[in-house]
């Protein structure tokens, strides 16, 4: 009697731990088997050496997999992407996700150091003038976000920063409560461009 009560109580506290381990936080050592395919473009351990292709080391997760998903659903379009996200499952995508969550990210570095104090100004202090926020609120002083809400941003490609925020604010990319579109409206593409470059210098280990 004692024994069949230790063991149901053991099971109930045991469950959701396990549970937690292999579902809801995904496993990071089944993520770099199942992210062999994606080293050609990411880089390894997510650390992508062409800007052509995002840098994923150190990213959150939980945004990791609701890119993943929107991939594979269309509602972010890249032909490249979905034919990549279309082969995984939730389980896959969370794995992955794990791994390159516990990534250490490289920083790309800033190169045109002229338009430095105009992104560094805006990443921090927004636009009052035309109502454009500062990055720093939500993505965090040094760029690491706020997970699960708000993703990294540090260290990023110069280029693949640009595209997203040009993206967001054609509306070819669109985000799930439109925080990003909003703002990207609201920004020229000269500030887009120094923003990206300041944020491609920022260093999450500063
Ligand atoms: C042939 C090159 C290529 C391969 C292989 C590839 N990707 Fe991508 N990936 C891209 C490109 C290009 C983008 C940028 C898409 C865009 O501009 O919206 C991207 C974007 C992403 C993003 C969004 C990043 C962000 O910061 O929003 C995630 C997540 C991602 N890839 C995961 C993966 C995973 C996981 C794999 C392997 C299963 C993979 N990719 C394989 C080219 C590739
Ligand atoms: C109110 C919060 C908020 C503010 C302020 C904000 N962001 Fe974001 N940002 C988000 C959210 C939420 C996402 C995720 C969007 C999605 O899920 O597609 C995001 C995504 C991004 C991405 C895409 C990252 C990737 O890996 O693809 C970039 C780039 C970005 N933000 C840059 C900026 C810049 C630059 C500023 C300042 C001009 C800024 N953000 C201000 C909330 C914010």
Redesign the pocket.
């Known amino acids: 009697m004692m024994k069949t009560t230790l063991a149901i109580v053991l099971a109930a506290l045991l469950t959701p731990a396990l549970v937690g381990i292999s579902h809801a936080a995904g496993n990071v050592k089944a993520g770099k088997t199942?992210?062999a395919?994606?080293v050609?473009?990411?880089g390894l351990g997510g650390n992508s050496t062409n800007p052509?292709?995002?840098k994923?080391a150190g990213?959150n997760a939980t945004y990791?997999v609701t890119?993943?998903r929107a991939f594979k659903n269309g509602k972010?379009k890249?032909p490249?992407?979905a034919g990549?996200a279309t082969q995984?499952k939730l389980g896959d995508m969370k794995d992955?996700a794990a791994y390159y969550a516990n990534q250490k990210p490289t920083i790309s570095g800033a190169r045109n150091t002229k338009i430095l104090s105009v992104g560094q100004k805006l990443y921090r202090g927004g636009n009052a003038k035309t109502g454009v926020s500062a990055c720093m609120s939500c993505h965090g002083p040094s760029g690491k976000g706020i997970p699960p809400l708000f993703?990294r941003v540090s260290g990023q490609f110069a280029a693949?920063t640009e595209?997203?925020m040009l993206?967001f604010r054609s509306g070819s990319?669109k985000d799930p409560k439109d925080i990003m579109s909003r703002i990207a409206k609201r920004m020229s593409r000269s500030e887009i461009k120094a923003v990206s470059e300041f944020i491609a210098g920022l260093d999450t280990a500063k």
């Open positions: 199942k992210a395919i994606c050609g473009c990411h052509l292709y995002p994923l990213q990791l890119q993943l972010r890249n490249m992407m990549f995984l992955i993703p693949y595209s997203q993206a990319r």
